[in-house]
């Protein structure tokens, strides 16, 4: 079916529901007048909206004079069906209200494994302690999710979108940082100075000649933007993996240069185990947002978690861009 036509399907829909309502009113009121003051509406719509409604019908639900007005068989039956339906509603939207101070049921959640262990695992157990009423489930990949296919409410992407069936909400950013281990970072500077005049580790090329250690997923090109100029600089990695903790370990001991996102290296940096390298030389930031299905409504649940979460979440990227720019 198409949109225009599911459109106006809901709205034939949301009408009689409010024509049910109309109905219901002047019965209780006992006239359209006073039907009229009690709803906030003309006495012409509401004679309107009850001849539609027994159009639709095809029936007659009141007898009207000058004076009273009588439910006819049909009436007195539609009636006791309105009021049910209308019950019904109201219960629904009343216990919509309550979830929505106080949530209830199960939230699912996606983010990559490292950003999620460190940023969104936290934030999670304290919104599940104030939330008493709430699951929650955290599945953490570092690979994109189709958030419709594998059943999550939310997700956390780092990176442009690519999919314009998702619905984002930003955070920040973060960068690609080449970091090292200070003690690596010495004797490299010493062996530059001494090949190369005191020019030591001025161009991202420089990383042809020494060694590299890979994020497996990342490939071995390494992007740049040096000077105003775009360039992408192959490596040759001594070691490579598909684990971000392995790698900074490595980078750690000694063994290399690594690339990774900036969170993924801050304590480091904080703790000055690892120092960044070619910093001046960062492509441009990374985005992370929030990202939901477009075509569902915003559950109690997802606005909740939304609510508590966004501002520390920012908080925390704006940290991570402080230390980077300490160096």
């Given at each position: 079916m198409a949109r225009t036509q599911i459109a106006e399907s809901e709205q034939r829909q949301m009408d009689k529901l409010k024509a049910m309502a109309t109905f219901v009113a002047i019965v209780d009121q006992g006239s359209m007048s006073a039907a009229a003051d009690q709803l906030a509406r003309s006495p012409a719509a509401v004679?309107?909206?009850?001849?539609e409604l027994e159009k639709q019908l095809g029936v007659r639900l009141l007898n009207r004079s000058t004076r009273r007005l009588a439910l006819t068989d049909e009436g007195r039956d539609y009636l006791q069906h309105c009021r049910r339906i209308l019950a019904d509603v109201d219960a629904a939207e009343f216990q919509l209200d309550t979830r929505r101070a106080n949530p209830a049921g199960k939230l699912s959640i996606t983010a990559p494994m490292m950003f999620g262990r460190m940023h969104i695992a936290p934030l999670l157990n304290q919104w599940?302690?104030?939330?008493?009423g709430m699951s929650a489930e955290l599945t953490l990949l570092d690979r994109t999710v189709d958030l419709i296919e594998e059943g999550f409410d939310l997700g956390l992407r780092i990176g442009q979108l690519a999919d314009s069936s998702l619905v984002a909400k930003p955070l920040g950013h973060v960068r690609w940082v080449l970091c090292t281990s200070?003690?690596?970072?010495?004797?490299l500077t010493q062996t530059q100075q001494q090949e190369q005049q005191n020019q030591s580790l001025i161009h991202p090329l420089d990383l042809?000649?020494?060694p590299t250690l890979a994020f497996t997923a990342?490939?071995?090109?390494?992007?740049?933007?040096?000077e105003g100029s775009d360039c992408t600089v192959k490596i040759k990695p001594v070691f490579a993996?598909?684990?971000?903790?392995?790698?900074l370990q490595a980078c750690r001991d000694g063994l290399g240069i690594t690339r990774v996102l900036s969170y993924q290296a801050q304590q480091d940096f904080e703790q000055g185990t690892l120092v960044p390298v070619f910093a001046n030389s960062s492509p441009a930031p990374v985005p992370v947002q929030f990202v939901m299905p477009h075509n569902r409504l915003v559950s109690p649940r997802v606005r909740s978690f939304l609510n508590s979460t966004t501002e520390p979440l920012q908080q925390r990227l704006q940290d991570i861009e402080q230390t980077l720019s300490g160096f």
């Open positions: 004679v309107r909206s009850l001849a599940l302690q104030q939330h008493e200070p003690d690596l970072l010495k004797r042809q000649e020494l990342s490939g071995n090109h390494w992007p740049f933007r040096h993996s598909n684990q971000i903790d392995t790698l």
